[in-house]
Structures are given as structure tokens and as C-alpha cells.
């Protein structure tokens, strides 16, 4: 066989052998889409799983900025891969119950969040104590006839029109904002020592900058302790089976969640803080990446 002829047969080989490894590379790099909101837990869960699959598992993510309500709605489509802030049973049961058909729960990542209404320490406690203390007069003056709250389409939102109700805090202004306009009135309320309520959850890394406590919630109206899920689209198993597999084993608790939360906040960088939490836990993320 000429030399010319063998040296076009294996420049056609490599070829094909460069172009099977140039697809199957394409096909691995697909990254999952992961949904995240800017709240802290969501950063902080959220920046944890990036860090592992990126570097354990060589699974590149994108994060895509949604609401809630768009998120759920966007994994049910099949247009966002994965979803890590899943608040059950109340805070997200309206979005569950309206798409769970079209998800896959991927389990509970960890449990003992809670949702509730706030007020700093410094307010004394005989006059304010329980959301029923909120129809005093003089209470409603001192704040305002006004409950500090985030983002309008958060399920801590839905559940705050609800109490309000509940509680007939006729009068009352639900003012909707963000998280960081929430978190922005408890500092400016604790420079003058004024009086706020704020529409706030655990966990959180609010809780270790402010000496804050909760309102008792008689009625339950703003729900009670809650588990944090995981929800997938229908097709990620398929399309990312590895990672799948570590959603299903991805386990945190509150405590965990609250030191990267005050880490991230601290630095203004959650990237870095999911890091040095991943690298001081070999044995939580041993766990996660089994098979």
C-alpha cells in the first residue's frame, strides 16, 4: 500500500477518534442549570453543590436568577435542571401542589427551617411579644402599621397576607421589598433603637449579627418548623446521572447552612465560603459522592 495512501488513512482515523472525544467532551460539558434566588440559605446550599460537582465531579453549573414562583415553574418545564430552596410543607405548598407532577423530589437537604415575623431584642418583650400584641394601639403607632417584608412572590410573603388576616391586624401595610431591603430596615431600626417586625427565616445569618427573637405565632399561620428540598426536572436523571445521585445523597443541617451564610455575608462572597466549608467537611462530602 503506498505510504500517501496509509498516511490519508490514519490522518482519517485520528479524525474520527478527535471528533467521537470532541463530542463526548461537548456532551459532559453541558452544565446543570441551577436555579438560585438572593437569599442567603439559597446562596449558600446553592454555591456548596456548584463547588462540589464542579471540582469532584467535573460538572460545570450556571446559575439562573429567578423568583421562586419561576423557578418551580421552570424546573416543571424542563427549562431549569434543579432547584435547591424547596420550603415543605407550607411555604412553598401553593408552587408544590401546582407542580409536583412534573418534578422529581431529589430529598430533603436539611430540616428545621422556620419562617416567622421578628422584632429586635431591645424591644421589651411585655409589650411585644406574640403577633396577637401587634393590635395593641400604642404597638401599631410605634411601628408604623407596618410589617417589613421581602419579595412579593415568596411563599413567607403569601403566608404574612395570610396571617394578617388571621390575626385581623386590620391597618396594617405588608410592605414588599427584597431581602436586602428587609435586612437594610433592621439595621437602620437598630441605629435608633425605633421599633420593626420583619418578615424573616431560619436559617439565616441575620440571627448571629442582631439579637432578634420571633413573635409567637398562636394561630400557626406562618407555618411551623419546615424541611428544605431539593426538586429536579424529570429529565435530569437521565441528562446528569451522576449528579443525581449526589442531589439524592446532598445532606446539610441548619447549623451548617448558618456558618457559610455568615461567611458569605461576612466576605460578600459565597463562593469562597461554600469552598472552605466543603474543604473542612471531607467526610460530609465523602458521603455525598457515593455511589
Do not use: C
Request: hydrophobic letters at 40%; glycine letters at 8%.
Amino acid at each position: 500500500m503506498p505510504s500517501s495512501l496509509l498516511r490519508k488513512i490514519f490522518a482519517g482515523a485520528v479524525a474520527a477518534v478527535s471528533f467521537g472525544a470532541f463530542t463526548a467532551s461537548a456532551i459532559a460539558a453541558e452544565p446543570i442549570k441551577i436555579a438560585v434566588t438572593n437569599w442567603a440559605d439559597v446562596l449558600a446550599v446553592a454555591n456548596v453543590a456548584k463547588y462540589v460537582l464542579e471540582t469532584k465531579l467535573q460538572q460545570p453549573v450556571q446559575f439562573v436568577q429567578a423568583d421562586i414562583g419561576i423557578q418551580y415553574q421552570g424546573v416543571s418545564r424542563g427549562d431549569l435542571d434543579i432547584m435547591v430552596g424547596g420550603w415543605l410543607p407550607v411555604t412553598h405548598g401553593t408552587y408544590y401542589a401546582r407542580y409536583k407532577d412534573n418534578m422529581e423530589d431529589t430529598g430533603v437537604i436539611y430540616t428545621g427551617g422556620k419562617n416567622g415575623w421578628a422584632v429586635p431584642d431591645y424591644i421589651p418583650e411585655s409589650e411585644l411579644s406574640s403577633i396577637t400584641d401587634l393590635s395593641k394601639p400604642d404597638v401599631k403607632s410605634k411601628l408604623n402599621s407596618t410589617i417589613q417584608g421581602i419579595e412579593p412572590g415568596g411563599g413567607l410573603m403569601q403566608a404574612s397576607e395570610k396571617a394578617i388576616k388571621e390575626y385581623n391586624l386590620a391597618g396594617y401595610n405588608l410592605q414588599s421589598s427584597s431581602e436586602a431591603g428587609m435586612l437594610a430596615s433592621i439595621s437602620r431600626a437598630y441605629q435608633s433603637k425605633s421599633w420593626v417586625v420583619v418578615t424573616v427565616w431560619s436559617p439565616h445569618w441575620l440571627w448571629q449579627k442582631w439579637k432578634m427573637r420571633y413573635l409567637k405565632d398562636p394561630k400557626g399561620a406562618l407555618g411551623g418548623e419546615e424541611q428544605v428540598h431539593g426538586f429536579a426536572s424529570k429529565q435530569f436523571a437521565s441528562k446528569f446521572p451522576r449528579a443525581d445521585v449526589f442531589f439524592h445523597h446532598f445532606k446539610l443541617t441548619l447549623a451548617d447552612v448558618e456558618s457559610i451564610e455568615f461567611e458569605g455575608n461576612t466576605t460578600n462572597d459565597y463562593a469562597t465560603a461554600a469552598k472552605k466549608f466543603v474543604d473542612a467537611h471531607p467526610d460530609k462530602v465523602k458521603a455525598w459522592l457515593e455511589q
